[in-house]
Antibody
Framework: EVQLVESGGGLVQPGRSLRLSCAASGFNFDDNAMHWVRQVPGKGLEWVSGISWNSGSIDYVDSVKGRFTISRDNAKNSLFLQMNSLRPEDTALYYC????????????????????WGRGTLVTVSS | DIVMTQSPDSLAVSLGERATINCKASQSVLFTSNSRNHLAWYQQKPGQPPRLLIYWASTRESGVPDRFSGSGSGTDFTLTISSLQAEDVAVYYCQQYYRTPPTFGQGTRLEI
């Protein structure tokens, strides 16, 4: 059974940092691309960042570029999101999700559907 | 960014009746290299993460009941539930994965 378990969320002051983790099991983690998607409670879904199986392709939504860094450790079946300079508008439930492909090519990125999702970890940015 | 617009925002359908949700993309999500529409549908129930229902606009994910179907191409897509069951109460999202950032519709709340 595919399992994605996020951790690391919490209450943090504006301008501070937080590191989220996602532990994967039940599938070949190193054959899959991974993503972070966030959702303000009661609102819609927003993709935050994606990373290819070998970390060779990475992208971010414009609102987090320069502040967030996605990474993965295939030996530990883990995905990470380092979030710096946090803002109140980053407050959300952060999900990790897997997809078969996410790779850069000449005209952009080739992606496939998000086939598995974790249950999320809540990040609250407030003074 | 590609804007995904769903209609309606909410929908009430009687048990056993058909439910139809529409999704319009601000530009085509048909990838010419593979002739596939990079469009997925997800179901989200309260307190749960999204669940993949449909991908490539019309391919049902394994384990998804066959009352769920997807159609459309280019910029206009539809999710149809042929005979609504009580467990189908949820918010439904379309998503384009044609171009980064992959974007979602605003969601359609489906009620009995």
């Amino acid at each position: 059974e595919v399992q994605l378990v996020e951790s690391g969320g919490g209450l943090v002051q504006p301008g501070r940092s937080l590191r989220l983790s996602c532990a994967a099991s039940g599938f070949n983690f190193d054959d899959n691309a991974m993503h972070w998607v966030r959702q303000v409670p009661g609102k819609g879904l927003e993709w935050v960042s994606g990373i290819s199986w070998n970390s060779g392709s990475i992208d971010y939504v414009d609102s987090v570029k320069g502040r967030f860094t996605i990474s993965r450790d295939n030996a530990k079946n883990s995905l990470f999101l380092q979030m710096n300079s946090l803002r109140p508008e980053d407050t959300a439930l952060y999900y990790c999700a897997s997809s078969e492909e996410f790779r850069r090519y000449s005209s952009g990125y080739y992606m496939t559907k998000f086939h598995s999702w974790g249950r999320g970890t809540l990040v609250t940015v407030s003074s | 960014d590609i804007v995904m617009t769903q209609s309606p925002d909410s929908l009430a359908v009687s048990l056993g009746e058909r439910a139809t949700i529409n999704c319009k993309a601000s530009q085509s999500v048909l990838f010419t290299s593979n002739s596939r529409n990079h469009l997925a549908w997800y179901q989200q129930k309260p307190g749960q993460p999204p669940r993949l229902l449909i991908y490539w606009a019309s391919t049902r994910e394994s384990g998804v009941p066959d009352r769920f179907s997807g159609s459309g191409s280019g910029t206009d897509f539809t999710l149809t539930i042929s005979s609504l069951q009580a467990e189908d109460v949820a918010v439904y999202y379309c998503q384009q994965y044609y171009r980064t950032p992959p974007t979602f519709g605003q969601g359609t709340r489906l009620e009995i």
